[in-house]
């Protein structure tokens, strides 16, 4: 299980949302002061994700939680968007390429078979890894742990 510590920005139901920061592998990296790619990665990287998800425990706007999803699932959404648009782009070129040859028209018509191929399979692609990949799943409330931590170390 792929686990993340997240923020809680809207409470709707049995509905959250959470926001996040990405993060790359450069974030872990012990050499990513001294790197051109690390410090790359810090100055370009620094958007937040809004993510939709349900939860049956009882959180408030400004909790830290822990969502986890599992990594089969994750591998699986992967592979799709990113195999898929790929695979569709070949197999467009291809069939544009046998159409040229048989109704003898130019080269030409391929590329416009392959951007159209492509963009297929990534709208494909986004429908099927929506079915493909799993809900994150809400492992555990943080923010009351560490109000009382908090509070321990303050000796309240």
Same mark, same amino acid.
């Given at each position: 299980?792929?686990?993340?510590d997240v923020?809680?920005?809207?409470?709707? *139901?049995?509905?959250?949302?959470v926001e996040?920061q990405?993060?790359? +592998?450069?974030? +872990?990296? +012990?050499?990513?002061?001294?790197? *051109?790619?690390?410090?790359? +990665?810090?100055s370009?990287?620094r958007r937040?994700? &809004?993510?939709d998800?349900?939860?049956?425990? =009882? &959180?408030?706007? !400004?909790?830290?939680?822990?969502v986890? %999803?599992?990594e #089969?699932?994750?591998?699986?959404?992967?592979? @799709?968007?990113?195999?898929?648009p790929? $695979?569709? $782009?070949? @197999? =467009?070129?291809?069939?544009?390429? #046998?159409?040229? #040859?048989?109704l =003898?028209?130019?080269?030409?018509? %391929? $590329?416009?078979?392959?951007?159209?191929? !492509?963009?297929?399979?990534?709208k494909?692609a986004?429908?099927?890894?929506a079915?493909v &990949? /799993?809900?994150? #799943? $809400?492992i555990?409330?943080?923010?009351?742990?560490?109000?009382?931590? /908090?509070l =321990?170390?303050?000796?309240?």
């Amino acid at each position: 299980m792929i686990e993340r510590d997240v923020q809680v920005v809207a409470v709707k *139901g049995r509905h959250i949302k959470v926001e996040f920061q990405r993060q790359s +592998s450069c974030d +872990s990296c +012990s050499n990513n002061e001294s790197c *051109g790619s690390g410090q790359l +990665s810090k100055s370009f990287n620094r958007r937040l994700d &809004v993510l939709d998800m349900q939860c049956d425990q =009882a &959180v408030a706007v !400004g909790d830290f939680v822990r969502v986890g %999803i599992s990594e #089969q699932s994750l591998l699986r959404g992967t592979l @799709v968007l990113y195999l898929l648009p790929l $695979l569709c $782009l070949i @197999v =467009a070129a291809v069939i544009a390429s #046998q159409l040229t #040859q048989l109704l =003898a028209l130019a080269e030409l018509w %391929i $590329l416009p078979a392959m951007v159209a191929g !492509g963009y297929g399979g990534f709208k494909w692609a986004g429908h099927l890894a929506a079915q493909v &990949v /799993e809900e994150p #799943q $809400l492992i555990k409330v943080l923010s009351r742990e560490k109000d009382r931590m /908090e509070l =321990a170390v303050l000796g309240g």
